[in-house]
């Protein structure tokens, strides 16, 4: 077990490293600057302020710089919200992001598997057939149109909740129901199948036989083992989430992650940018780390192999 | 006691409601598939579907649907039933674009990587574990800052990553059918590789293939429509239901209606692709979804 967590934070590393060069070159190769914007700067302004963030240099110079960089920590600074680091703005808009993506995780699960569970015991009836029709719609519905859809009927017509901005409680109602939308799709259609294929088992018919009732058998048996694999979908959900921020962010003002990034690409503000498809990079190799060994622990069987 | 009252699921009333529903399902939503389709290509034929020109700006502007304007008009006076129909041809084309993208190229690293095995299938696969490490719309954003944002773009955006997901799948039908005892004879028949790539490996393993394309059209549109809506994919004079629906998004409070539309149609052309490619698998494979 020990070993298993140390050699996956050792694969860390040159997976974070591969990742930090692709995003690095794909900055740095594109056609026009973060200052193309200010069109009338004088040529001497614009010369102090690309050797200020080393953009005058060689392409592998500027590549060395990122590297030191980033080996201590800092993400650099950023070109549009000056005086701001990278550090300093995403140690502000991460805590908040990570507040929303908790708050819609958990409320996916807390409806996801349930109806899930229910689709899957009745299975084949009018409920099954419901469950998944809303699964189905759950997954078809943009976020930006389920947004739109909860702030217009929420906000603008009963006027009982806001309708942006991150201020309090009530304000993370509506943004954490857009985000937990797909999710909770997800992981009921996930749970739905999972159980039926946990049915088919030998063990299950056993138990009936035994004697067990019906409710025993579901819930001493049949869901113990069928949310093991559900475990394994922590990974991509930590995705969906993610890629569902930069629209739930968007529409809803509120000062995180996703919002940050979306900015920060239509700025061209490179470090920004970088910094934030870092982090994000990072989340997404914890979770599956963390996902593997959770894995291993429920399940003892399963071999997880070396990446 | 016999067997089948031990199971959990009482089969006899089992597969009937779900059949029930599920054809006509399957047929409806493939007809609202083939309608949009028919409308996106008389649109790109140039044949005049509604009294007015996409770009016909009036004196009408941000009218509440009504009779001479179905779905209203923006802030240009523009009919939106007229925009919605010319945008189908966009939102609609990169769905099927970006599917025959992952259709051709994915098929074919996949094949070369599952007909190859070894140590060709295992390079070609850590590519795309690697590309598969981060989500997909956040590597299209990336991609699309250097491609640029015009339809090009926002298309190669689209194609260089969705195809990832058909070439696992082509390659692990593969690695299951080589050992197939008719690609042994076909081998022993001295066919040449690319022979039995196309004659026997492919046509046994294009069902599951059709169905995984059946599933990117409908991400390919809910891609672009939301790069579209956070302003990182196609931007006016550009028009798809996402740039239509981020038009609209402006007015929400005001003319709710300009968002309402766009988005109804892009709602109701993934769902009805989802339910396509539901009913596609089932028909393909009763064992696949109890």
Same mark, same amino acid.
């Given at each position: 077990?020990?070993?298993?967590?140390?050699?996956?934070?050792?694969?860390?590393?040159?997976?974070?490293?591969?990742?930090?060069?692709?995003?690095?070159?794909?900055?740095?190769?594109?056609?026009?600057?973060?200052?193309?914007a200010?069109?009338?700067?004088?040529?001497e302004?614009?010369a102090?302020?690309? &050797?200020?963030?080393?953009?005058?240099?060689?392409?592998?110079?500027?590549?060395?710089?990122?590297?030191?960089?980033?080996?201590?920590?800092?993400?650099?600074?950023?070109?549009?919200?000056?005086?701001?680091?990278?550090?300093?703005?995403l140690?502000?808009?991460?805590p908040?992001?990570l507040?929303?993506?908790t708050?819609?995780?958990?409320?996916?699960?807390?409806?996801?598997?349930?109806l899930?569970?229910?689709?899957?015991?009745?299975?084949?009836?009018?409920?099954?057939?419901?469950?998944?029709?809303?699964?189905?719609?759950?997954?078809?519905?943009?976020?930006?149109?389920?947004?739109?859809?909860?702030?217009f009927?929420f906000?603008?017509?009963?006027?009982?909740l806001?309708?942006?901005?991150?201020?309090?409680?009530?304000?993370?109602?509506?943004?954490?129901?857009?985000? &937990?939308?797909?999710?909770?799709?997800y992981?009921a259609?996930?749970?739905?199948?999972?159980?039926?294929?946990?049915?088919?088992m030998?063990?299950?018919?056993?138990?009936?036989?035994?004697?067990?009732?019906y409710?025993?058998?579901?819930?001493?048996?049949?869901?113990?083992?069928?949310?093991?694999?559900?475990v394994?979908?922590?990974?991509?959900?930590?995705?969906?989430i993610?890629?569902?921020?930069?629209?739930?962010?968007?529409?809803?003002a509120?000062?995180?992650?996703?919002?940050?990034? @979306?900015? &920060?690409?239509?700025?061209?503000?490179?470090?920004? @940018?970088?910094?934030?498809?870092?982090?994000?990079?990072v989340?997404?190799i914890?979770?599956?780390?963390?996902?593997?060994?959770?894995?291993?622990?429920?399940?003892?069987?399963?071999?997880?192999?070396?990446? | 006691?016999?067997?089948?009252?031990?199971n959990?699921?009482?089969r006899?009333?089992n597969?009937?409601?779900?059949?029930?529903?599920?054809?006509p399902?399957? *047929?409806?939503?493939?007809?609202i598939?083939?309608?949009? !389709?028919?409308?996106?290509?008389?649109s790109?034929?140039?044949?005049?579907l *509604?009294a007015?020109?996409?770009?016909?700006?009036?004196?009408?502007?941000? !009218?509440?649907?009504? %009779?001479?304007h179905?779905?209203?008009?923006?802030?240009?006076?523009?009919?939106?039933l007229?925009?919605?129909?010319?945008?189908?041809? %966009?939102?609609?084309?990169?769905?099927?674009?970006?599917?025959?993208?992952?259709?051709?190229?994915?098929?074919?690293?996949?094949?070369?990587?599952?007909?190859?095995?070894?140590?060709?299938d295992?390079?070609?696969?850590?590519?795309?574990?690697?590309?598969?490490?981060?989500?997909?719309? $956040?590597v299209?954003?990336?991609?699309?800052?250097?491609?640029g944002?015009?339809?090009?773009?926002?298309? %190669?955006?689209?194609? $260089?990553?969705?195809?990832?997901?058909?070439?696992?799948?082509?390659?692990a039908?593969?690695?299951?059918?080589?050992?197939e005892?008719f690609?042994?004879a076909?081998?022993?028949?001295?066919?040449?590789?690319?022979?039995?790539?196309?004659?026997?490996?492919?046509p046994?393993?294009?069902?599951?293939?059709?169905?995984?394309?059946?599933?990117?059209?409908?991400?390919?549109?809910?891609?672009?429509? *939301?790069?579209?809506?956070?302003?990182?994919?196609?931007?006016?004079?550009? !028009?798809?239901?996402?740039?239509?629906a981020?038009?609209?998004?402006?007015?929400?409070?005001t003319?709710p209606y300009l968002?309402?539309?766009p988005?109804?149609?892009?709602?109701?052309?993934?769902?009805?692709?989802?339910?396509?490619?539901d009913?596609?698998?089932?028909?393909?494979?009763?064992?696949?979804?109890?």
């Open positions: 077990m020990f070993r298993l967590v140390v050699r996956r934070i050792l694969l860390m590393l040159p997976l974070l490293w591969l990742i930090a060069t692709a995003t690095f070159l794909l900055m740095r190769l594109l056609p026009g600057g973060p200052f193309d200010e069109k009338n700067l004088p040529p302004i614009m102090n302020l690309k &050797a200020k963030y080393h953009l005058d240099r060689p392409l592998l110079e500027q590549y060395g710089y990122y590297l030191q960089r980033l080996v201590k920590g800092d993400l650099g600074m950023s070109y549009k919200y000056l005086d701001r680091s990278v550090n300093d703005i140690s502000n808009a991460f908040v992001s507040v929303l993506g708050v819609a995780l958990i409320l996916a699960i807390s409806v996801g598997m349930p899930g569970v229910v689709a899957a015991t009745r299975r084949g009836t009018i409920v099954d057939a419901l469950c998944m029709a809303v699964s189905t719609i759950g997954v078809s519905l943009p976020g930006f149109v389920m947004g739109a859809l909860l702030i009927v906000g603008i017509w009963l006027k009982i806001p309708v942006a901005l991150w201020e309090s409680g009530w304000h993370i109602i509506l943004p954490a129901i857009t985000l &937990a939308c797909g999710p909770t799709a992981i259609r996930l749970t739905r199948v999972s159980i039926l294929q946990v049915f088919e030998d063990w299950v018919r056993t138990a009936r036989i035994k004697g067990q009732s409710q025993q058998t579901i819930i001493k048996h049949v869901l113990r083992n069928a949310l093991i694999p559900i394994t979908v922590f990974g991509p959900l930590t995705a969906i993610i890629t569902g921020s930069f629209v739930v962010e968007y529409i809803y509120i000062p995180g992650m996703g919002r940050f990034f @979306v900015t &920060a690409v239509s700025n061209r503000d490179y470090d920004l @940018v970088v910094g934030t498809t870092l982090i994000f990079a989340l997404l914890v979770a599956n780390t963390l996902v593997d060994i959770a894995y291993h622990m429920l399940d003892p069987r399963i071999q997880v192999d070396t990446l | 006691m016999n067997l089948e009252s031990l959990l699921v009482k006899s009333s597969a009937t409601i779900y059949k029930m529903l599920k054809m399902v399957t *047929t409806l939503a493939s007809g598939i083939f309608l949009l !389709c028919v409308i996106a290509i008389l790109l034929l140039g044949l005049p *509604t007015y020109a996409y770009d016909q700006t009036s004196e009408q502007i941000l !009218c509440a649907p009504s %009779l001479s179905w779905m209203g008009t923006d802030e240009l006076g523009r009919d939106l007229t925009r919605i129909i010319y945008g189908s041809r %966009l939102s609609i084309s990169i769905g099927f674009l970006v599917a025959l993208i992952a259709f051709l190229f994915g098929t074919a690293y996949g094949a070369i990587a599952g007909f190859a095995g070894g140590r060709v295992t390079l070609l696969m850590r590519g795309i574990d690697l590309a598969y490490a981060l989500p997909d719309l $956040l299209m954003i990336l991609i699309g800052v250097v491609v944002r015009g339809t090009k773009g926002i298309l %190669l955006a689209l194609g $260089l990553v969705s195809w990832m997901g058909t070439a696992r799948l082509v390659r039908q593969f690695l299951h059918l080589k050992h005892e690609i042994e076909a081998r022993a028949f001295g066919l040449e590789p690319w022979r039995i790539i196309v004659r026997h490996l492919l046994n393993a294009i069902g599951p293939i059709i169905v995984s394309l059946t599933f990117i059209v409908p991400s390919a549109i809910l891609a672009e429509s *939301t790069l579209s809506f956070i302003g990182l994919g196609l931007s006016p004079p550009a !028009c798809s239901w996402g740039t239509l981020s038009e609209g998004w402006r007015s929400l409070r003319q968002i309402f539309w988005s109804l149609f892009i709602f109701v052309t993934v769902l009805s692709f989802n339910l396509l490619g009913g596609l698998a089932d028909a393909l494979d009763p064992k696949i979804r109890k």
